[in-house]
C-alpha cells in the first residue's frame, strides 16, 4: 500500500474516531458506569437504571459530568480507530490476492463507485476483521484501561498524564488488565461486523443502485453494529469489572465471570446492552459513512 493511501486510511479513520467519541460519550460513561457496580443489583428495569444513573451524574456534576473522561476516550479512540480501519483495509489488500480469500464473483452496479475497499470472501472478512481488531487492542490496552476508571466514579484520577503513569508504573499486569476479556469480545465482533457490513453493503448496492452511497453505508453499519454487539455483550461486562474493580476477586477472567454469575446469573452478563447497542449502532453508522465518505471524496477528486 503506498504512503499516500495510508495516510487517506489514517486521516479518515482518526476522523471517524474523534467524531464517534465525541458525540457518544455520554453512552459510554453511562455503560460504565452500570457494568461496574458489584451486588446483586439491577432487578429493575434497565431503562430506570440508566435513567437514575444520569440524572445522579448530572445532579452531581452538571450536563457536562456526561463528557466525564472525553478526554481519554480520544487519547483512545483516534489513534485506535485509525490503526484499525488502515490496518484492517491494508490486511484485505493483502488477502484480496490469495485465492482462499477473493471474491470469485463480483456483481456489477451501472452507477458508479460506492466504495474503493478491498473485497474478500465472507471468510477472509472474518478473518481480517477479527486480526486487525485483537492486534490493535492488545497495543492500545493500557489506554483502554484509563479510559474505563476514568469513566468509573470508584477512581479519582486528577489528570490524563497521571493515570496513564501509574497504570504504566503498576506494571504489565495492570495494564494489561482485560485484555482477555477484550480479545475475546473484539476478534468475534469486529469478524462479525467486516462480514454482516459487506454483506449487507453488496446486496444493498446491487438491489438499489441508485440509492446514495451514504444509505447504503448507513444501513449496513448500522445492521453490522446490532448484530456484532449482542452477540459479544457478556465480554465486554467482563471487560469492564476486570479494569475498573480492584478486589482481588476481580483480578483474573475467571474469577470475575464466576463472581458476575453468582450475584446476577445470566442476566448479570448484559448489563448495559442497551447503551452499548445504541453506542455501536451510531458509532459504526459514524465511523463507516465518514470513513468511506472520506475516502470515496479524495478518491473522485483524484480521478
Known amino acids: 500500500m503506498k504512503d499516500a493511501a495510508i495516510g487517506r486510511h489514517l486521516f479518515s479513520g482518526a476522523l471517524s474516531g474523534f ?13 460504565t458506569r452500570i457494568q461496574q457496580g458489584d451486588g446483586a443489583q439491577q432487578r429493575i428495569r434497565n431503562t430506570t437504571v440508566i435513567w437514575h444513573t444520569a440524572r445522579d451524574i448530572v445532579k452531581q456534576d452538571g450536563v457536562k459530568g456526561l463528557w466525564r473522561g472525553t478526554t481519554a476516550t480520544l487519547m483512545r479512540n483516534v489513534p485506535g480507530v485509525a490503526l484499525y480501519m488502515t490496518s484492517l483495509t491494508h490486511l484485505r489488500a493483502v488477502m484480496a490476492n490469495s485465492p482462499y480469500f477473493a471474491v470469485r464473483e463480483i456483481r456489477e452496479t451501472k452507477d458508479g463507485v460506492k466504495t474503493v475497499l478491498p473485497k474478500l470472501s465472507s471468510q477472509g472478512n472474518l478473518i481480517a476483521g477479527a486480526t486487525a481488531r485483537v492486534a490493535v487492542g492488545l497495543l492500545l490496552n493500557p489506554f483502554s484501561v484509563v479510559k474505563a476508571r476514568f469513566e468509573s466514579e470508584l477512581h479519582s484520577y486528577k489528570s490524563l498524564t497521571g493515570s496513564l503513569v501509574s497504570v504504566l508504573r503498576s506494571g504489565p499486569s495492570e495494564a494489561m488488565r482485560g485484555v482477555l476479556a477484550s480479545s475475546l469480545r473484539d476478534a468475534p465482533y469486529a469478524g462479525l461486523f467486516v462480514v454482516v457490513y459487506e454483506a449487507v453493503k ?43 474493580r480492584s478486589e482481588e476477586r476481580y483480578r483474573g477472567f475467571i474469577s470475575t465471570t464466576h463472581r458476575i454469575w453468582q450475584q446476577r446469573g445470566v442476566f448479570g452478563f448484559f448489563d448495559g446492552v442497551s447503551l452499548r447497542m445504541s453506542r455501536k449502532i451510531l458509532s459504526s453508522v459514524i465511523g463507516w459513512v465518514v470513513f468511506e465518505g472520506t475516502l470515496l471524496f479524495i478518491h473522485k477528486n483524484n480521478q
Do not use: R
Open 19 to 31: 467524531a464517534g467519541a465525541v458525540l457518544l460519550q455520554p453512552l459510554d460513561l453511562l455503560k
Open 202 to 244: 453488496c446486496e444493498a448496492t446491487f438491489l438499489a443502485p441508485n440509492v446514495y452511497p451514504t444509505t447504503i453505508h448507513s444501513l449496513s453499519a448500522a445492521s453490522a453494529g446490532a448484530i456484532a454487539t449482542m452477540a459479544t455483550h457478556p465480554f465486554d461486562v467482563i471487560k469492564t469489572k476486570m479494569q475498573v
